[in-house]
């Protein structure tokens, strides 16, 4: 394994893996809750980022880019709900199996699933009041980094927040030590690991995002990249 000091983009997930094992894949994407409610704080985005965008007059609207399980958009279309905010939310993911998936479950209402590239949602004239992803961007080259996030400029009218996880020797310690008793049968642990070496620090994706973008760091290991059309503090 390479040193945590730099990026390793070559390593590849398993779960990423078109001849990965179905049964195993399946596992990984019904854990996915357990490892999002633990470590990737979306109440905590939802509460500081996104409800104050959401307007309880009328009907809003929010993408999840690469949704996989679809367990986030579940979280905040029912946290929404609660709320009294009516919000329709769409989980978008280009892989079949992931969209399968997430398709199968029970219904919440107010969500849809759709097998599609951002791409191809901003060729349709398609817009959103919120565009959000959960632990996308270390999976994609430069060249897929950069699209995304061009893409979520054209479809989200009050906020873009892609949140990922932030590499660090303690983070990939903890993540291994605190892994290797559970999720057996199922992709979490070996592909957490690999998606922490896949991973920024704060100062490499404040770096690598375009103008207009801003990196904001949140322990103890999540970065969020954050774009407000017109320009206001996030």
Not at 111 to 119: I, K, T
Not at 144 to 161: K, M, T, Y
Not at 172 to 178: I, M, P, V
């Amino acid at each position: 394994m390479r040193s945590l000091a730099e990026r390793d983009p070559d390593a590849v997930e398993e779960m990423d893996r078109p001849d990965c094992d179905p049964a195993k894949l399946r596992r990984t994407y019904a854990q996915f809750w357990l490892i999002n409610t633990v470590v990737s704080g979306w109440r905590r985005n939802y509460v500081r980022y996104l409800r104050p965008r959401l307007e309880p007059e009328r009907i809003n609207t929010l993408l999840d880019i690469g949704s996989g399980g679809g367990d986030v958009p579940r979280m905040l279309a029912r946290w929404a709900r609660r709320d009294g905010v009516r919000l329709e939310v769409t989980g978008i993911d280009p892989d079949d199996r992931a969209h399968a998936f997430a398709s199968s479950r029970p219904a919440v209402p107010g969500l849809e699933f759709r097998r599609a590239f951002s791409s191809e949602l901003v060729t349709e004239g398609r817009t959103y009041d919120v565009v959000i992803s959960n632990h996308v961007l270390h999976h994609l080259d430069d060249a897929q980094f950069r699209s995304l996030l061009a893409d979520s400029e054209q479809l989200a009218g009050r906020l873009s927040l892609h949140s990922d996880i932030e590499r660090s020797r303690w983070g990939y310690g903890l993540f291994s030590a605190g892994t290797l008793p559970f999720f057996p049968g199922s992709y979490i642990r070996q592909d957490g690991l690999t998606s922490i070496r896949r991973s920024y620090t704060a100062d490499e994706l404040a770096a690598a995002a375009p103008p207009g973008w801003q990196c904001l760091r949140h322990r103890p290991w999540q970065n969020l990249l954050l774009h407000v059309p017109d320009g206001t503090p996030p």
